[in-house]
DNA sequence: TAAAAGATCCCCT
DNA sequence: GGGGATCTTTTAT
């Protein structure tokens, strides 16, 4: 790893889910597979605060086997499958045990684009490639044999080239919920086309 | 053991 | 803008 792109540092992602995302935004992921490799940048994402702190999160309830992940050490990633067909990639953050994640909702390709395209054959357009939680792990390759994997050092990394979002990025509630949506934790960088709405 | 809901997507209109 | 797809996980009986 140059001194252009780096990892982004244990202390940082011990923070609160709120403080986290909007730090990820922008960020570069990488997932060096089997079928080669892609990079993206972060365009969207959304916080879920600890268990019992967060109705809309899936460790409010405690750990189950599920996620189990959510509260392990941050910077590990957390998948889970959902409604029968979708994979869903999160990032642990906030301190071991408090089961703090950020979801990542969306993504610009920066490279590795025909794989993506390989990977989501469904997509008509680039904009639907990796527009949503479920199309952007499709994009990416990212499935259940992802759940905890080390985003410092494992398939699937998460790296900051000091570049950021474009502008300040646009704050709103949450999507896809039915509790606690009146919560302002989701954001989304501004004038993009990759992004879920 | 059963039932319901789910951090969604796709295709149709 | 709306409904069907599809099955795991969780919670209730």
């Not at 792109?5 to 992602?13: G, H, Q």
């Not at 268990?51 to 086997?65: F, K, N, V």
Request: charged share 25%.
């Amino acid at each position: 790893m140059n001194d252009e792109f780096s990892v982004l540092p244990r202390d940082l992602l011990e923070r609160s889910a709120v403080e986290v995302a909007p730090l990820l935004l922008g960020c570069v992921v990488v997932h060096d597979s089997p079928e080669g490799w892609v990079a993206v940048r972060l365009t969207e994402v959304e916080a879920y605060a600890g268990e019992g702190e967060d109705p809309g999160s899936h460790a409010h309830r405690g750990e189950t086997a599920r996620n189990a992940v959510m509260f392990g050490p941050p910077g590990h990633l957390y998948v889970y499958f959902t409604y029968g067909m979708h994979w869903c990639a999160n990032v642990v953050c906030g301190k071991e045990g408090e089961g703090v994640g950020v979801l990542l909702r969306a993504l610009e390709p920066v490279a590795g684009l025909e794989l993506m395209r390989a990977s989501r054959p469904k997509a008509r357009t680039d904009r639907d490639l990796c527009r949503g939680p479920g199309r952007l792990s499709q994009a990416m390759g990212i499935s259940g044999e992802d759940d905890g994997d080390d985003l410092r050092r494992g398939r699937i990394r998460v790296l900051d080239d000091g570049v950021g979002p474009p502008g300040a990025p646009h704050v709103g509630p949450r999507i896809g919920i039915s509790v606690a949506t009146h919560e302002p934790w989701r954001w989304r960088v501004a004038r993009n086309r990759f992004v879920s709405c």
